[in-house]
């Protein structure tokens, strides 16, 4: 049983910076598809950031491009999304992901953590 475990978020200024962390248990998940995704209050889940099995092939969302980062440590059976230049309209409920296949659906989801940027 693949369980993601997420840590970090909290609450932030404008401009600021965090980082969330997804510890995975239950299977080495060092060839799987990474992401993260998020939610604000009244709208629907949205793709975030993603990253291949290795570290070398990542994507964005047009919204968070520049200012995000994501990485994994395979080592570490864990992966990151280093937030930056913070906004208001980045608050939301963060989740983290894996997916088995290259593409398609996600399989395992983190408990969600929340982000609050104040303005």
């Known amino acids: 049983q693949v369980q993601l475990v997420q840590s970090g978020g909290g609450l932030v200024q404008a401009g600021g910076s965090l980082r969330l962390s997804c510890a995975a248990s239950?299977?080495?998940?060092?060839?799987?598809?990474m992401g993260w995704f998020r939610q604000a209050p009244g709208k629907e889940r949205e793709f975030v950031a993603a990253v291949n099995w290795n570290g070398g092939r990542t994507s964005y969302a047009d919204s968070v491009k520049g200012r995000f980062i994501i990485s994994r440590d395979n080592a570490k059976n864990t992966h990151y999304l280093q937030m930056n230049s913070l906004k208001s309209e980045d608050t939301a409920v963060y989740y983290c992901a894996a997916a088995v296949g290259i593409s398609g659906s996600y399989d395992y989801w983190g408990q969600g953590t929340q982000v609050t940027v104040s303005s």
């Open positions: 239950g299977r080495t998940l060092s060839s799987y598809r």
